[in-house]
């Protein structure tokens, strides 16, 4: 049975497993969290080139952040010490930033997580550095798709499969995996809570969708097979195969009719290529 809990927007909000059921003023700070994410992914665009370190971008998030009256929800969580996670090439999520260059047809994802007024808005897109190879862009463009899909099957009445199934649908259609080890989220007054967003699964299975629930999209899809490795620092997940791996997410609340996506980028740039 799936718990939801209609929740008061000024009390302090714990991890109890049941799925939130938000009001109008929730929707008002998840907008504006979400927006904050979003416009820092778009002033990243003229810095994501050959030669930049991830360091150096994340010292941009950072800087954004704060200047947008937000907090970067990674500094600290969970003994994480950046401001975002850049995953490039074969590196599938939680990629740390640091001395590492971005050169000329690397494929990245930046994952932005924002906290305004106690609201998370978590959002990542795929960059392409230079030029990148085609079966490179193509991963990219076809996760963007899968993203996509999940989203237009994100309304009340719906079930949490229909999302899941559509990603995929879309990626096996492609010879594409899609990974199995890390899911979206619940979002709000919290980073990481329930639901469970899984990307890849059967329509009409898991918790029905209601209007007041905000969740994350974030499938990870993979050239190669779905199994993922984690790196000796505790956080780099990498394809087991070596195969490159994309990641779209987006923030998004469910409204009545369908659904509101938090993260949506202010300057049209939700998807490469970005001219
Ligand atoms: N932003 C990631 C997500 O989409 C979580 C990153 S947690 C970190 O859920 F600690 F790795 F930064
Ligand atoms: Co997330
Ligand atoms: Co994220």
Redesign the pocket.
Known sequence: MTDYLTVEEDQPQSRTGAIKLHGPQAFEGMRKAGRLAAEILDALVPHVVPGVTTGELDDIVREHTLRGGGIP??LG??G?T?S??ISINHVV??GIPGDKKLKEGDIANI???VIVDGWHG?T?RMFLIGKAPVKAARLVQNTYECLMLGIEQAKPGNHLGDISHAIQVHAEAQRYSVVRDFC??GVGQL??DAPEVVHAGRPGTGPELRPGMFF?I?PMINIGKYAVKMLDDG?TAVTRDRSLSAQF?HSIGITETGCEIFTKSPAGLDCPPYL
């Open positions: 929800a990674t969580y969970r994480f950046h975002c996670c999520c939680h994952d932005v997580t978590d990542s979206g989220h980073f990481h994350t974030e956080w997410e």
